[in-house]
């Protein structure tokens, strides 16, 4: 069965040609409905560019029309970020795969949308710096995350997407260098560095425009080409580790060992997460079993480097330990081991560790939140979530530093049950309403969460990112209704 008109469909046809753009249901399907709560909608039709022109010429003809636009790419998304809200042109950018670009000097690559991390992670990992008297061979890394290792390097980056590099550099937003966008009326615009010549190397000390096209959850513009910076993989690495007793011991004992700033990443999971699966429904925790389970990844040049992070790190558990802080010895298995030092892994960040016995429902609340906020709102959290019946799953990442982090619940749900979904949806959303004072702001927000932000947000704030998004989109084709504004 068809959707949408022939005559769209026929002029889609014409700008990257039939195989390449449908708007019959079987080949819509998949992209109305993703892993969260969010209600199944029907796009009107699908189209793969594989040019900036043809973006461009696609990006005309909805804003003649006044269709929606969504932006989607490898089929990861969640959050509902690319369920699209009022119908329109699913724009699937899988085809823009090319690495355009690695710079092994100043070290960055450029990189399309469709760009996987297993892909960018073999074409770095043959890459060898290139400067004299650096003796080394096992290439360069970005921030690889958890997540399936087919998602988009891209998407990820320019929505604050977290990799295993957190604590030592940030997370991947904060290491992009330039870009290429295409605004929503069809202009193509440079930003930074690259706006000035062939080098993508920053975006300082230009104004921080790529800031209109981070965050915005494909709402204000199409990233086409993106400058990342790349790191030259140290060869020494090892995954140190310490359980604790609650949640506020275990946040004492992470921010004093970030303050140092020796580890990669330092991560704490609670009983609930550390299962695999996650525990569906709830579940009670064996009363002498630890309330967290935290490791830390260390890497280094040489081993005598290594060496002394360890020391460092075991001088943080005595010095905690004589504090009171109830911290207790465990040790990590191999195979997890493995998975947060082969990144990016199959053996860690599957769906199936978070949803395999439940019924195909994921999503959380989360993500950023002041270390000291951590406790309290774990706290509430578990209270929610146990009242739901579902299992607290949460994790703790510090970001760069003892600043902020990571507070994050994994939530599985059963999607075939109406009741499971409401729980899961009602839970989550009340435990966004709790973080909200306390300083939480989610990442990859749904709208439910997107109204709770702008709810509490500044009347100021709120203008400004209204007069933005009309100001960019003044038709309001790109991805409308996810900002909870337009």
Same mark, same amino acid.
């Given at each position: ?20 753009? %449908? ?60 369920? /699209? ?19 092994? $000097? ?18 770095? @990992? ?13 290439? *360069? ?6 997540? /399936? ?37 069809? $202009? ?8 000035? %010549? ?5 975006? =300082? ?21 993106? #400058? ?6 140290? /060869? ?14 275990? !946040? ?9 700033? =020796?580890?990669?990443?330092? !991560?704490? &999971?609670?009983? +609930? ?12 925790? /064996?009363?002498?079993?630890?309330? *967290?389970?935290?490791?830390? &990844? ?31 010895? *465990? ?5 997890? @081991?493995?998975?947060? !030092? $082969? ?20 999503? +959380?609340? #989360? !993500? ?5 906020? +951590? ?5 509430? +959290? ?30 599985? *749900? ?14 989550? &959303? ?57």
């Amino acid at each position: 069965m068809a959707r949408g008109n022939k005559e769209i469909i026929a002029k889609l046809e014409q700008i990257v040609g039939p195989e390449y753009v %449908s708007n019959e249901e079987a080949n819509l399907i998949p992209y109305s409905w993703d892993l969260t709560w969010a209600e199944p909608r029907m796009p009107d039709y699908v189209v793969m560019p594989k040019t900036v022109t043809e973006i461009q010429r696609i990006l005309r003809l909805a804003n003649h029309q006044k269709i929606p636009v969504i932006p989607y790419v490898n089929a990861t998304n969640i959050g509902g970020l690319c369920v /699209p809200e009022e119908g329109g042109i699913i724009m699937d950018l899988k085809r823009m795969d090319q690495i355009i670009k690695i710079d092994p $000097e100043t070290c960055y690559a450029i990189i399309e949308p469709g760009v996987s991390h297993a892909q960018l992670s073999a074409a770095l @990992k043959a890459t060898n710096p290139q400067w004299e008297g650096f003796e080394f061979s096992k290439g *360069f890394e970005f921030g690889w995350g958890v997540h /399936p290792a087919s998602a988009s390097v891209l998407a990820m980056a320019i929505n604050h997407g977290i990799g295993h590099l957190n604590g030592r550099i940030g997370i991947n937003s904060q290491l992009l260098s330039s870009m290429e966008v295409v605004l929503p009326t069809a $202009e193509v615009v440079k930003l930074g560095s690259c706006a000035y %010549s062939d080098s993508w190397h920053s975006f =300082l000390p230009l104004p921080r425009m790529d800031g209109l096209f981070t965050g915005w959850m494909g709402t204000t513009g199409i990233v086409t080409k993106l #400058g990342i910076w790349i790191f030259p993989i140290r /060869p020494y690495r090892d995954v140190l580790t310490i359980a604790a007793a609650s949640a506020k011991d275990i !946040t004492k004992y992470m921010v004093h060992w970030r303050h140092y700033s =020796l580890c990669d990443e330092v !991560t704490a &999971v609670s009983w +609930w997460l550390a299962q695999i699966p996650i525990t569906f429904p709830y579940k009670e925790k /064996p009363k002498d079993a630890p309330e *967290f389970f935290s490791y830390t &990844v260390i890497s280094g040049w040489s081993e005598e480097e290594l060496e002394y992070k360890r020391k460092m790190w075991k001088k943080v558990v005595q010095e905690e330990k004589a504090r009171g802080t109830q911290l207790i010895d *465990f040790e990590y298995p191999e195979e997890a @081991k493995r998975g947060r !030092t $082969e990144l990016p892994s199959r053996i860690v960040g599957s769906t199936k560790n978070y949803s395999k016995s439940c019924g195909g429902g994921l999503a +959380w609340p #989360g !993500t950023f939140a002041p270390c000291k906020s +951590w406790p309290i709102l774990y706290e509430k +959290w578990k209270e929610i979530y146990i009242r739901h019946g579902l299992s607290p799953a949460t994790r703790f990442t510090d970001y760069q530093g003892a600043h902020y982090g990571m507070l994050r619940c994994m939530t599985p *749900f059963d999607k075939r049950n109406p009741e499971s979904v409401k729980a899961a949806r009602n839970a989550m &959303v009340e435990c966004v309403r709790a973080g909200i004072p306390l300083g939480m702001l989610p990442y990859k927000p749904p709208v439910e969460y997107m109204n709770e932000l702008n709810a509490a947000a500044d009347a100021g704030y709120v203008y400004l990112m209204t007069k933005i998004k009309d100001m960019l989109d003044p038709n309001n084709i790109m991805n409308p209704g996810k900002l909870g504004i337009r």
